[in-house]
């Protein structure tokens, strides 16, 4: 009985001894943060970024309601060519490219877990982008988009109407009492503005403000022959990935009748696109030196060496968007050698989220 005691003591030391020494050889590892994506049992998987843009379009919409009495405002107020049915009309008002990078399916990496290398404490994007090697880097993300503004709706009349108007028997009664209204509020603007009114104010400032007052008054009941008018600003946007060169994609169309319409509808005239890149990055000299060099370097960090692109965006000959910008899929990639890594060095990279480029390299 003692015999079984003293040997079931013993596994459970032996079992704890080998608990002890996995979790100090788990320990000694290399730490790897955590990523959408995942790892690998046997290293880290990392994706190089492709360069998208998010596409923005400020529109304004501007609404014209006909009046109540538009078919009386030739006659009683000699208006003419005043609204007789709703008609809205967009204006294309700016467009705006804002970059940001996503995974490239095409250029997944992994890096191998050594112990001689530093190279696997990297840190990654949500979406599994390579942002740094063997230190910190802040993940970005696109600003919040602008905000939609909503015109300030036009005032009720009905308000700014007598109670003789509003009694009237018939719309054409009511559009003839409001005429004379409107013709009394001219006459009092003019008599305080002559000093002729019986109750024109000696101070400046009241004065100003009863001829805005009148002036408010009459604008709005003149809104019942005229009509009105409410200008809505309008926010869209949409992502945009450029697959290869171009002189002239349609990026979208817009119509002043619908406002911003897809690519493909021909009732919006195009908006179209331009992508050239401005420089050839020049390509590697082959020599049997070098073929042995990169043969060593391919367990090693790839990144990008995007080419800088001219983005151009025109609507009616108009151009809207003229800019250059680095763009990953456009360059090439290139491969930073594991004895920058070793641990007898600290280097530590950081790349740029929306290219895949280096940013900063420090010894």
């Known amino acids: 009985m003692k015999t079984q005691i003293i040997m079931k003591r013993l596994i459970q030391l032996l079992v704890f001894n080998i608990s002890l020494f996995t979790f100090h050889f788990a320990s000694a590892q290399t730490e790897v943060e ?3 994506p995942g790892s690998t049992l046997e290293g880290v998987t990392y994706y190089l970024p492709r360069t998208a843009f998010r596409v923005t379009v400020t ?19 000699r208006l003419q060519d005043v609204p007789t049915e709703e008609n809205v009309q967009w204006t294309l008002k700016s467009i705006t490219l804002e970059s940001f990078g996503k995974p490239d399916p095409a250029k997944a990496y ?10 696997p404490l990297v840190g990654l994007s949500r979406d599994g982008i390579l942002l740094s090697i063997n230190c910190d880097a802040e993940e970005t993300s696109l600003p919040d988009l602008p905000k939609p503004v909503k015109g300030a709706a036009p005032e009720n009349p009905r308000s700014y109407m007598t109670q003789e108007m509003l009694a009237a028997g018939s719309t054409a009664k009511m559009a003839e009492l409001c005429a004379q209204e409107i013709y009394d509020i001219r006459e009092s603007k003019n008599a305080l503005v002559r000093g002729e009114a019986d109750n024109t104010p000696k101070d400046g400032e009241q004065l100003k403000l ?15 022959f005229s009509g009105t008018k409410q200008t809505d600003t309008e926010v ?52 049997e030196d070098t073929a042995k060099k990169r043969a060593k370097m391919t367990t090693g960090v790839h990144y990008n060496i995007p080419a800088r692109t001219k983005i151009n965006i025109a609507y009616r000959g108009k151009e809207f968007v ?13 491969i930073l050698s594991n004895t920058l890594f ?20 420090m010894e």
């Open 210 to 224: 009863m001829l805005e007052q009148l002036d408010k008054q009459a604008s709005v009941l003149e809104s019942l």
């Open 34 to 36: 955590p990523f959408v």
């Open 322 to 334: 003229g800019m250059e910008t680095p763009v990953a899929q456009f360059g090439i990639v290139e």
């Open 110 to 119: 992994s890096i191998k877990l050594k112990s001689k290398t530093v190279a």
């Open 59 to 77: 529109c304004e919409k501007t609404t014209t309601r006909p009046g109540d009495f538009n078919k009386y405002a030739d006659r009683y107020l």
């Open 236 to 287: 869209f946007s949409f992502f945009y990935d450029p697959q290869q060169e171009t002189d002239r994609d349609v990026l979208f169309r817009f119509s002043q009748k619908l406002g911003v319409v897809d690519a493909d509808n021909l009732a919006g005239e195009p908006v179209t696109i331009s992508l050239k890149v401005m420089e050839n990055i020049p390509a590697a000299v082959p020599s």
């Open 342 to 361: 070793d641990k007898k060095t600290t280097t530590q990279v950081t790349f740029f989220q929306t290219t895949g480029g280096t940013k900063d390299v």
